[in-house]
């Protein structure tokens, strides 16, 4: 005849099951510290290469979040290519914002993260909430890859100045290569050429 379960083993099943979500909220580590890494850089070329990496993390989180804007606001003749293309772009967008951020805790920053932070940041002129034009639309789209591509020139020298190849690197080989093309691809929407000329 089977045993009947043990209550008392049922029971501390359960418990031992219970998420324990009410939990004291605690900070490991301050926003602007560093913890030591043996990386073999000086902890002053850490904390410059992480201040600037925050400022430019923060603006490719608005120029990420401003190509999803578009991306749904998008009207006009145009409307399915630059549809398409603005989303295309704000996944690479995507891609950046994650290197960048890792890039921080590697060197034992800490990134920013949250929509407050980075309001509170950037640099980038903040649209309005409501629809703007096409030509609107692309215009502040090349003004913020200005303003990135600025901070990723300037600190790529900074960051090598001071050591930092894995930041210069960084900086270059992604934010800059992935941000120049894109500003090809939207300038190139704002030309005024015509699709059809009339014989004359």
């Not at 578009?70 to 996944?91: I, P, R």
Request: glycine share 4%; hydrophobic share 40%; aromatic share 4%.
């Amino acid at each position: 005849m089977a045993k009947k379960p043990n209550s008392k083993t049922k029971t501390k099943t359960t418990t031992e099951a219970q998420p324990q979500y009410k939990v004291e909220y605690r900070e490991i580590q301050p926003y602007g510290t560093l913890k030591h890494m043996p990386l073999a850089l000086e902890d002053n070329a850490r904390t410059q290469s992480v201040g600037m990496l925050n400022q430019v993390l923060a603006d490719t989180m608005t120029l990420r979040d401003m190509y999803k804007k578009h991306h749904w606001q998008m009207s006009g003749a145009t409307f399915y290519q630059l549809h398409l293309l603005l989303d295309k772009h704000y996944e690479e967008q995507a891609v950046l914002v994650d290197t960048i951020a890792e890039r921080i805790m590697a060197l034992g920053g800490i990134s920013i993260a949250m929509a407050a932070d980075v309001a509170e940041l950037s640099t980038i002129p903040r649209p309005p909430k409501g629809r703007e034009d096409v030509p609107t639309q692309l215009a502040r789209l090349l003004e913020a890859h200005e303003i990135v591509l600025r901070q990723a020139h300037e600190g790529a020298d900074a960051a090598d100045e001071a050591g930092d190849d894995g930041t210069n690197d960084m900086l270059v080989s992604n934010v800059i290569r992935t941000n120049e093309p894109q500003v090809w691809f939207i300038a190139e929407h704002l030309a005024p050429t015509e699709l059809v000329r009339a014989d004359r």
